[in-house]
């Protein structure tokens, strides 16, 4: 396992491919994961064509899980847990876990500008609620736009509340300070992730109402340096 790498599950969707690429142009190691093997390593091709010189692989999920310290969850909140279990007995002592799911009313036929409720409190806490626990889970990026993640001469310009146990915590936020514009915001236990990923629903509805389809990003002001 390469200490510097990252690995994104479902890695061949928006959200994912977006970290791979910010990632990549920022000079980490990216694993892409799928649950089709074609198609990670179709998208670690298109990462490749976009950031010369990226370090980027394609994998199996189970497979690019054995492959970096920190693993990106980056599948539709139905298909969160069932991918948690597929991954499990791939998962390490130590390693970190990042929730970006959030539940949106989508998962059972209605509409992405509301939230369903979970059981455990919020997709995060779900994904702790199955995860071994010698393995951190933190909540992260689920306020941040794929569009303008894969807008790559572009800064993010948006704040990341990133929450979760402390240690791998503060290793989740260095990863932020990665992607030109992003800003990580220490958002305390993961509990705090049910407010977050709430946020998603809300600015998903402004950027309807706003008319700005690559995504609305948001700062809060005041803090100190
Ligand atoms: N899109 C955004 O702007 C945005 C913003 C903030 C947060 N997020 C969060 O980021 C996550 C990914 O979003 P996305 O828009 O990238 O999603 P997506 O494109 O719809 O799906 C991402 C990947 O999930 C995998 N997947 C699809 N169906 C699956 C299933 N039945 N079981 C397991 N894996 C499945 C697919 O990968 P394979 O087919 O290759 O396995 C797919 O490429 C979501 O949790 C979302 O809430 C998205």
């Not at 479902?10 to 694993?31: E, I, M, N, S």
């Not at 609620?129 to 572009?154: E, G, I, K, W």
Request: proline content about 7%; charged content about 20%; hydrophobic content about 45%.
């Amino acid at each position: 396992m390469n200490d510097e790498a990252i690995a994104i599950l479902g890695g061949t969707g928006d959200q994912g491919l977006g970290l791979a690429l910010r990632f990549a142009k920022a000079g980490r190691p990216v694993v892409i994961g799928s649950r089709k093997e074609a198609r990670a390593i179709a998208a670690a091709d298109e990462v490749r064509k976009a950031v010369e010189g990226a370090d980027v692989v394609g994998l199996e999920n189970a497979e690019a899980t054995a492959q970096a310290p920190v693993v990106i969850l980056s599948v539709p909140f139905e298909h969160t847990a069932s991918t948690v279990k597929g991954i499990r007995d791939a998962l390490a002592p130590g390693q970190i876990l990042v929730s970006m799911g959030v539940p949106l009313a989508t998962a059972i036929g209605d509409g992405p500008v509301r939230t369903v409720g979970v059981w455990q409190g919020s997709c995060a806490e779900l994904v702790a609620s199955l995860a071994p626990n010698d393995v951190a889970t933190v909540s992260a990026f689920q306020n941040v736009a794929a569009h303008r993640l894969q807008d790559l001469p572009h800064p993010v310009e948006c704040d990341v509340l990133v929450s979760g146990p402390k240690e791998p915590r503060q290793r989740v936020m260095a990863l932020c300070e990665l992607v030109p514009g992003l800003r990580a915001i220490d958002g305390g236990p993961l509990a705090n992730a049910r407010i977050v990923e709430e946020i998603t629903a809300l600015l998903i509805g402004l950027n309807a109402r706003y008319k700005v389809p690559e995504g609305l990003g948001w700062r809060l002001t005041g803090l100190p340096d």
